[in-house]
């Protein structure tokens, strides 16, 4: 359950930027899986999960980047450069603003390999807030200035792992710390 508090005087542009209500309203405008299911289209296991029916309990183990050997090593960087040359099968970046897309009439997107998604999608949470009047509001970083520090890069890095699993074929990958 999220608060309904009134935001404070660090927030003086309340309701402008869409990530400032993250995650609410992006949850409150897609599907809602159901078991340990997840993924755009419900199609994919939760995070710790795997089976035909998303029921075994799975656990990932991550290393520590300084113990990782020269082939562990040498594997990561493979799989960061297939990222880097794999595009993405499930995502597309907007290329465009709402307004120039005319309400979605006039669609402006653009394929993008897995590994730059997850720059895009670091740099949207992080980027400054653009304002109604063409102004920038430049005072705000609502990935790494707010309550939603944690949650968020947990998240994303879960998520950047599942890419990266997919596109090489190895359930077995984990980011190192």
Same mark, same amino acid.
């Given at each position: 359950?999220? %608060?309904?508090?009134? #935001?404070?005087?660090?927030?003086?542009?309340?309701?402008?930027?869409?990530?400032?209500?993250?995650?609410?309203?992006?949850?409150?405008?897609?599907?809602?899986?159901?078991?340990?299911?997840?993924?755009?289209?419900?199609?994919?296991?939760?995070?710790? +999960?795997?089976?035909?029916?998303?029921?075994?309990?799975?656990?990932?183990?991550?290393?520590?980047?300084?113990?990782?050997?020269? @082939?562990?090593?040498?594997?990561?960087? $493979?799989? *960061?450069?297939? !990222?880097?040359?794999?595009? %993405?099968?499930? +995502? #597309?970046? $907007?290329?465009?603003? +709402? =307004?120039?897309?005319? /309400?979605? %009439?006039?669609?402006?997107? $653009?394929?993008? /390999?897995?590994?730059?998604?997850?720059?895009? *999608?670091?740099?949207?949470?992080?980027?400054? @807030?653009? *304002?109604?009047?063409? %102004?920038?509001? !430049?005072?705000?970083?609502? @990935?790494?200035? $707010?309550?939603?520090?944690?949650?968020?890069?947990?998240?994303? *890095?879960?998520?950047?792992?599942? =890419?990266?699993?997919?596109?090489?074929?190895?359930? /077995?990958?984990?980011?190192?710390?």
């Amino acid at each position: 359950v999220t %608060s309904n508090s009134p #935001v404070g005087a660090q927030f003086p542009f309340s309701g402008i930027d869409d990530r400032e209500n993250w995650p609410i309203v992006f949850y409150n405008r897609t599907c809602q899986c159901q078991g340990n299911f997840m993924g755009y289209n419900c199609g994919e296991c939760r995070f710790g +999960y795997m089976g035909p029916n998303c029921t075994i309990r799975r656990n990932m183990i991550r290393k520590e980047i300084f113990r990782m050997t020269t @082939a562990e090593k040498d594997k990561f960087v $493979a799989y *960061l450069n297939l !990222a880097k040359r794999s595009i %993405s099968p499930d +995502y #597309v970046i $907007a290329t465009g603003t +709402y =307004e120039q897309m005319n /309400n979605g %009439s006039n669609p402006m997107f $653009a394929d993008i /390999n897995v590994y730059d998604l997850f720059v895009w *999608l670091h740099y949207y949470a992080s980027r400054d @807030a653009f *304002l109604e009047d063409g %102004s920038v509001w !430049a005072n705000i970083d609502f @990935a790494h200035e $707010a309550p939603g520090f944690l949650p968020w890069h947990r998240f994303f *890095l879960l998520l950047w792992e599942r =890419e990266i699993q997919k596109v090489t074929g190895d359930d /077995n990958f984990t980011i190192p710390y």
